[in-house]
């Protein structure tokens, strides 16, 4: 079955200026295992698109007015708060583009990283960041040991 696929989605913005039309009709399916890469100019909707598949767009002023975001068959438009929450960050994440914004300046690596675990996995803070430097250590960070206690 398709892993994701996103039907006609529409994203638009409530301005003090009016509707601003983000996203008009996107459509793009990615099966397991295959990588989709979306390119577009500055503006076209690439981050917007993004933030409705992983359910952390500003509603308001965001509103979906249209469209399906069918995770394995499932629309995640119509599925609960809860239900999503599960999905995101465990079966869905998102690397932001700026990572001086989306990451806290004054916790440190491991403890952002950790928060994975310890949300979805309900995992202890020792057995959380074990985890951390595990999987920096399978990305080649160098003494990863040491780093997950960086800001
Ligand atoms: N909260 C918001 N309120 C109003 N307009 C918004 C909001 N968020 C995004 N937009 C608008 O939606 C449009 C799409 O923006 P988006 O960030 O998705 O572009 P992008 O393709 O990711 O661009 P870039 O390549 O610069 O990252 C832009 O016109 C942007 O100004
Ligand atoms: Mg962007």
Redo the contacts with the bound molecule.
């Keep these: 079955m398709t892993l994701l696929e996103v039907r006609d989605l529409h994203v638009d913005?409530q301005?003090r200026d009016g509707v601003?039309k983000?996203?008009n009709g996107v459509n793009y399916s990615v099966e397991a295992g295959e990588t989709l890469a979306v390119l577009?100019?500055?503006?076209?909707?690439?981050?917007?698109?993004a933030?409705a598949v992983m359910g952390i767009l500003?509603m308001p002023?965001?509103r979906i007015p249209q469209g399906e975001i069918l995770f394995h068959g499932e629309d995640m438009l119509t599925m609960s708060k809860e239900e999503r929450r599960k999905i995101r960050g465990a079966r869905i994440a998102m690397i932001f583009?700026d990572a001086l914004s989306s990451l806290n300046p004054v916790l440190t690596v491991g403890y952002q990283l950790a928060e994975m675990f310890r949300v979805h996995q309900g995992l202890g803070r020792k057995e959380a960041k074990a985890r951390s430097i595990e999987l920096m250590e399978r990305v080649k960070i160098p003494a990863a040991k040491a780093r997950v206690n960086d800001y």
């Design positions: 913005f301005t601003v983000a996203v577009g100019e500055s503006g076209s909707g690439k981050s917007v698109t933030q500003d002023p965001g583009q």
